[in-house]
């Protein structure tokens, strides 16, 4: 096998959760991409990849792990873990095949298809594919992916039973708001009554849910609604997972035109986190697994079970919210500057010290302004 010349292809996004699992690129791009305030496919055309073409590349992985395999018992290394990788790293294995390796280093057991939508793959050519990755790495537990609510309601549950069956584990799907205007507004292409619908079709085929909520969507004009709706969406789905992101106004979208114009006003940090509250408080009769998993969040360590760790992320919040305006100002820059992993971090004095050390030469500057044009800064530097 020609190792250097193998190519397997790889979309530009995952969740954070699946750092750890190999990329199986199934379509590429997002089928709809309208939604106002997505920047992650804009310019690039949505495309369906054949079964052949992807089984093809799953073959070929399949090939590039044996000679992963075989390169180690060459090494007669005992065992495969990350000081593997770094062998392979230093006897200049091609890039290609070190993703492969650091998968098999953390398990080899996951596997996310690629990109935004693998639904709207018709079910036969995509159980094929599940039962081909089942197939080749019999290893594998958990097969997940990108779905949007509506592709989803375009299948019947028999499909459904039938895609879990075949191996696909959990989905992951950008609820973004139960609050109708602002689902229109932003073009999502949904309702929260679809939304509702979709994601009790996914429970009930026995497919693991996901469900990401984009604090901030709302701006100042729809931030109440936005959370309280978005709580009443999620109570009536019951996910296995909520996921917390936060939005941030990207240049190649229409959002950032429209808040160009002055008819979107984006949400300050500190408004964020009431919203936050609003949201969480509001969650009611559900077993979720609430998750704040992006380095966008400000509080990224709100994470429980509920019901029963709701007073626990509540009280998270509450002990940011009881800071002085100075001390918040800290935080958030600390945070952006990677200073703060966690509200945690905050009280302890070395680090508050660096942070403060740099707030107050920024104020020296210009103000707070100047720290808020930092905390900007540091923000547009991430994903
Ligand atoms: S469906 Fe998802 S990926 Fe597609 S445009 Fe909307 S948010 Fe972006």
Redesign the pocket.
């Known amino acids: 096998m020609e190792k250097e010349n193998l190519f397997f292809e790889q979309g530009p996004y995952r969740p954070p959760s699946e750092a750890y699992s190999l990329l199986i690129r199934v379509t590429r791009n997002?089928p709809?991409?309208?939604?106002e305030f997505?920047p992650?496919?804009k310019g690039s055309k949505f495309q369906f990849r054949t079964v052949e073409e992807i089984k093809r590349e799953i073959q070929l992985i399949k090939e590039a792990v044996e000679e992963i395999r075989a390169t180690i018992d060459d090494q007669r290394e005992a065992g495969f873990n990350e000081k593997t990788v770094n062998i392979l790293s230093n006897n200049y294995f091609p890039e290609n095949l070190l993703g492969i390796a650091s998968w098999l280093s953390r398990g080899g057991d996951r596997v996310f298809l690629q990109d935004?939508?693998s639904l709207v793959m018709d079910t036969d050519g995509l159980v094929e594919i599940l039962r081909f990755i089942k197939k080749n790495f019999p290893k594998v537990k958990r097969i997940t992916s990108y779905a949007?609510s509506r592709t989803i309601l375009r299948k019947d549950i028999k499909e459904l039973e039938l895609l879990c069956r075949a191996g696909l584990s959990r989905l992951h799907i950008?609820l973004e708001s139960g609050y109708d205007p602002l689902l229109k507004m932003m073009k999502?292409g949904i309702t929260a009554k679809g939304h509702i619908e979709a994601g009790r079709m996914v429970r009930e085929a026995g497919i693991s849910l996901s469900e990401y909520v984009l604090l901030g969507l709302g701006g100042e004009e729809m931030s109440r609604e936005h959370a309280e709706k978005t709580a009443s969406v999620l109570n009536k789905i019951d996910p296995d997972y909520i996921r917390i992101r936060t939005l941030m106004v990207r240049k190649n979208t229409p959002l950032y035109s429209r808040m160009e114009e002055g008819a979107f006003n984006v949400l300050g940090e500190d408004s964020i986190i009431e919203e936050e509250r609003i949201l969480l408080e509001n969650l009611d009769g559900i077993g979720s697994h609430l998750v704040s998993d992006h380095i966008r969040n400000l509080l990224g360590e709100l994470e429980g079970d509920f019901p029963e760790d709701k007073k626990k992320v509540l009280a998270i919040i509450d002990r940011y919210r009881g800071l002085s305006p100075d001390e918040k100002l800290n935080f958030r820059l600390g945070r952006r500057a990677h200073i703060y992993q966690s509200l945690d971090n905050f009280f302890l004095p070395h680090l508050f010290g660096q942070v403060e050390k740099i707030r107050r030469h920024l104020i020296s500057q210009g103000g707070v302004e100047r720290v808020e044009e930092e905390i900007i800064s540091l923000m547009s530097g991430v994903g």
């Open positions: 997002c709809w991409n309208r939604c997505c992650a496919y935004a939508d949007r950008g999502k």
